[in-house]
């Protein structure tokens, strides 16, 4: 079974400040994604990266996947209140295959 | 464009009693589909998977089961809930075709259980 571990598991931070927060598994995964989740509503879809070392960039979030494909990071910079959730990493190897996530980083921004 | 439909959004059941959750998906054809469950805070466990009408694959053993009996509906079941059974249900859906195995997931916007 592959197995996602994510760090840190909780994280606040004040508004403008940056952060990174990790996705790593021992496994190779052939694409991971990313998803904010806010209370009592299902996750959405962020960005999926497919290549080892490919950088994707969505306004303020950096998103990096590793050479190995084991790893992903996600980068916000100057955060925002908005940007506080439940930050989720997910993958999979194949299609029709399950899909796993990892147990998340909460982020909270205080203005 | 795809839209997904999760209900019902909350339930409140005394334990014992059967549980229906039903999610649909618009716009796709051949979707696989996938629930969830949510501890509160915490990440999501992948409790069944299906890649076509009647398959299911259960990555967990427990007091669930789930159905596929159209392309597009999932359906999770439990004959008797218990405590343990309460949570954040969520169905999600991803392109089957290989084109887009690097499809991630789009969610239904969830069932909060409480078995009392």
């Known amino acids: 079974t592959q197995l996602l571990e994510q760090s840190p598991q909780f994280l606040s931070i004040q508004e403008g400040e940056n952060l990174t927060v990790y996705c790593n598994s021992s496994s190779v995964f052939s694409s991971l994604q990313w998803y904010r989740q806010e209370p009592g509503e299902g996750p959405v879809l962020l960005v999926t990266?497919?290549?080892?070392?490919e950088v994707k960039k969505l306004k303020r979030l950096t998103f990096q996947f590793g050479d190995a494909r084991k790893d992903s990071s996600l980068h916000i910079t100057a955060a925002q209140p908005g940007d506080t959730g439940l930050y989720l990493c997910a993958g999979g190897a194949n299609y029709g295959q399950n899909f796993v996530f990892g147990p998340g980083t909460r982020l909270s921004v205080l203005p | 464009s795809q839209t997904i439909h999760q209900w019902p959004a909350t339930l409140v059941q005394p334990v014992g009693s059967p549980l229906s959750l039903e999610c649909t998906v618009e716009?796709?054809?051949?979707?696989?589909l996938y629930w969830y469950r949510q501890a509160a805070g915490r990440g999501l466990q992948l409790l069944f998977y299906s890649v076509g009408i009647g398959q299911i694959s259960s990555e967990v053993p427990q007091n669930l089961s789930a159905s596929r009996p159209q392309d597009r509906q999932f359906i999770l079941s439990s004959k008797k809930l218990l405590l343990s059974d309460s949570g954040f249900y969520l169905c999600?859906?991803?392109?089957?075709?290989?084109?887009?195995?690097?499809?991630?997931?789009?969610f239904g916007q969830g069932t909060r259980l409480t078995v009392v």
């Open positions: 716009g796709t054809s051949n979707p696989n």
């Open positions: 990266v497919v290549t080892g070392g």
């Open positions: 999600a859906w991803r392109y089957r075709d290989r084109v887009f195995t690097s499809s991630g997931a789009f």
